[in-house]
C-alpha cells in the first residue's frame, strides 16, 4: 500500500510507437466488437439477414444482367437468317432457291431443310407426330437456313430486303430483331439494378445506422466515463465502426450464399432452357471477384453508415 | 499549475453557482476545498475537467486556457488530470482491473504495461485482492478507492477529488490521504473537495472555503 507513486519498475519498456499502439487498440476493439455481437445472436442474426436480403436484390439483378450479356453473346454467333419458302412450293424447286442462293458472297452458308424433312423434325421434336399425321397436307414450308457473312445490324436489314424481294420467299426472319430486343431488355434490367442498389444502400444507411444509434443508447454511461477519463470521439467510435463493418460484411457474404443455393436451384431449369434454344448457355454464378466485392460493398456500407450515426450520437453525450 | 481569474459561472437558470473565484495552485501543492453542500465544490471541479465552461473569467490548467480549448483538444487535457467522482462513475459491466484500466487503454499503453500499472494502482488502495471481482459486489468505500485507483493509474500531474474519502472510515481515509500525499510529494498538484472538516482541519493543508460560489477563505485552516 505504500510503494511511491513514482516508482517505475526497473525493466521499463522502450517507448511505443504510435502506430503500435494504435495496433493493440484495434485488435483489442475488433475482438470486443464481434464478441458483442455475438453474445446477442438473435438480434445480430436478425440485422445480418436484413442486410443479406437487401443486397440479394441488386445482385441478382446485376447478376440476370450478365448472364442476359452472355445468352446475347452466344446468340450472336449463331445469328442465323430463316427464309420460309412459299408453301406451294415443290422440294426441287426448292433446291433450285437454295442453290441460286450459294452463289451469293454475302452468305456464308446455306441449309435446306426441306418440307417433307421439316414435317419429320417437328413431329419428333414437339410430340405432335398424331395431329401432323391426321392433316391431309404437309402445313409446313421448306425453310433456308443462312448464316449470313456479316454481323452488322443495317447489313442485315439490306440483305433481309433482297431476300424478301424474291418471288419465291414468303418470310425472312431475321434473330438480329430478337437480339436487339434482348439488348434493349439487359439495358432495362442493368438500369433497374442500378436504380435499386441506390435505394438499398440507402435503406442500408438508416437499417446500420439506427442499430449503431441503439447500441450507442445501451452504452451512453460507458461513453461519459469514457469521455472523463479523456477518450477522444473517434477512439469512443471505434468499436461501433467496427460493428457496422463486421454486420455490412456479414450481410454480404449471407447474400452471397443465398445466390449460390439459388444458382444450384436454377441451374438445372436454366440448362434445359438453354438447350431449347439449342444454345451451350450455361447460367452463370457470381464469380469470386464479384463475391468479394459484394461483401466489400457490404461492409463499406455498414462501415460508412456506423461512421456517420456514432459521429452524431457520440457527441451528443455530453459528461 | 491550475490559476482562476475572476471565474464565474452561471446557469441556465440565472442563478450563480461561481462568482468571481481567483486563486491559483501550484505544481505540487495540496488544496483542500471546503463548503456547505450546493457552495459550488463540484462546478469548480468541473470546469477544471472541461466538462463545463465558465461564464466569466479564464480558467488555466497546465499552461492552457480552456476557454479557448478547442473541443478536439479537451480529451487531451483530461488525460492530463486524474479525476475522482463522487458518484464513483465506474463501469458496472467491467471487472475492478479493467476499470482502472480504462485510462491506460485509451492511451493507448501495451496490455502488459497495463496489467502492471493497474496492479500497482490497486495495490496503493488496497484492492489488489479484488482485482477480479465486479464493482456491484465491492462496498461503498471500496467503489470510492477503485475510483482513486483509476485517478491516479496515468501518473496524472493534476489530481481532482470530489469527496474523495466520504464513504470510507478514519483509517481507510488516513490511507488514502497518505496516497494522495505520496503524489504531491512527487509535485503533482491536488485539489480536493470535502466537507469532513475535521479531516481537513487535522491535515492541515490550505484550504479554499467557498459559500455560495465565494471564495470566502483561502489560508491554512
Not at chain 1, 263 to 292: D, K, P, T
Amino acid at each position: 500500500m505504500t510503494r511511491g507513486p513514482h516508482a517505475r519498475a526497473r525493466h521499463t519498456r522502450p517507448q511505443p510507437s504510435a502506430m503500435d499502439k494504435l495496433l493493440w487498440q484495434h485488435r483489442a476493439v475488433a475482438r470486443d466488437s464481434l464478441q458483442r455481437l455475438l453474445r446477442s445472436p438473435v438480434a445480430t442474426a436478425i440485422t445480418v439477414s436484413v442486410i443479406a436480403i437487401a443486397l440479394l436484390l441488386p445482385a441478382l439483378l446485376f447478376l440476370l444482367q450478365q448472364n442476359l450479356g452472355s445468352g446475347i453473346a452466344e446468340l450472336d454467333r449463331s445469328a442465323r437468317i430463316s427464309v420460309y419458302l412459299e408453301t406451294g412450293l415443290s422440294d426441287s424447286e426448292a433446291e433450285e432457291v437454295s442453290n441460286y442462293l450459294q452463289t451469293w458472297d454475302s452468305l456464308l452458308s446455306v441449309e435446306l431443310v426441306s418440307s417433307s424433312q421439316a414435317l419429320a423434325d417437328f413431329s419428333e421434336n414437339a410430340g405432335l407426330a398424331g395431329v401432323l399425321a391426321s392433316l391431309a397436307e404437309n402445313p409446313l414450308p421448306a425453310t433456308l437456313l443462312l448464316i449470313p457473312r456479316t454481323s452488322d445490324l443495317a447489313d442485315l436489314e439490306a440483305l433481309q430486303a433482297e431476300l424478301e424481294s424474291l418471288p419465291e420467299v414468303a418470310v425472312v426472319e431475321l434473330d438480329r430483331t430478337w437480339i436487339a430486343r434482348l439488348q434493349a431488355i439487359r439495358n432495362f434490367v442493368s438500369l433497374l439494378g442500378r436504380a435499386l442498389l441506390l435505394f438499398v444502400l440507402l435503406g442500408l444507411f438508416a437499417i446500420i445506422g439506427n442499430t449503431i444509434r441503439l447500441a450507442i443508447e445501451n452504452r451512453r454511461q460507458e461513453i461519459r466515463v469514457q469521455k472523463l477519463v479523456g477518450a477522444t470521439d473517434a477512439y469512443i467510435a471505434r468499436p461501433f465502426l467496427y460493428t457496422g463493418f463486421l454486420l455490412g460484411s456479414a450481410g454480404g457474404l449471407v447474400a452471397c450464399l443465398l445466390l449460390l443455393v439459388l444458382w444450384l436451384l436454377l441451374g438445372q431449369s436454366s440448362r434445359e432452357l438453354a438447350a431449347l434454344y439449342n444454345n451451350g448457355f450455361e447460367l452463370a454464378n457470381l464469380s469470386l471477384v464479384s463475391a468479394i466485392g459484394l461483401v466489400l460493398l457490404g461492409g463499406g456500407t455498414g462501415w460508412l453508415s456506423a461512421l456517420i450515426s456514432s459521429y452524431r450520437n457520440i457527441a451528443a453525450i455530453d459528461p | 499549475m491550475i490559476r482562476f481569474d475572476d471565474v464565474s459561472k452561471h446557469y441556465a437558470g440565472g442563478q450563480a453557482a461561481l462568482s468571481q473565484l481567483s486563486f491559483e495552485i501550484a505544481r505540487g501543492e495540496m488544496v483542500f476545498v471546503t463548503g456547505h453542500s450546493g457552495a459550488g465544490k463540484s462546478t469548480l471541479l468541473k470546469l477544471i475537467l472541461g466538462m463545463e465552461k465558465s461564464s466569466a473569467g479564464q480558467v488555466l490548467v497546465n499552461g492552457s486556457n480552456l476557454n479557448r480549448l478547442p473541443r478536439n483538444k479537451i480529451p487531451y487535457h483530461r488525460r492530463g488530470i486524474g479525476a475522482v467522482f463522487q458518484d464513483h462513475q465506474l463501469l458496472f459491466d467491467r471487472s475492478v482491473a479493467d476499470n482502472v484500466a480504462l485510462p491506460l487503454q485509451i492511451a493507448g499503453f501495451h496490455p502488459q504495461e497495463t496489467r502492471r500499472r493497474v496492479r500497482a494502482a490497486l495495490d496503493k488502495v488496497g484492492l489488489l485482492s479484488k482485482e477480479k471481482m465486479f464493482p456491484e459486489r465491492l462496498s461503498g468505500g471500496e467503489q470510492q478507492r477503485v475510483g482513486i485507483a483509476r485517478a491516479v493509474v496515468n501518473r496524472p500531474q493534476i489530481i481532482l477529488a470530489d469527496e474523495p474519502t466520504g464513504n470510507l472510515d478514519p483509517e481507510l481515509s488516513a490511507d488514502v490521504m497518505k496516497v494522495f500525499e505520496q503524489f504531491k510529494s512527487v509535485g503533482v498538484s491536488l485539489l480536493l473537495a470535502s466537507h469532513n472538516l475535521s479531516l481537513v482541519k487535522q491535515l492541515n493543508y490550505r484550504t479554499l472555503t467557498l459559500s455560495e460560489g465565494r471564495l470566502i477563505r483561502d489560508g491554512r485552516s
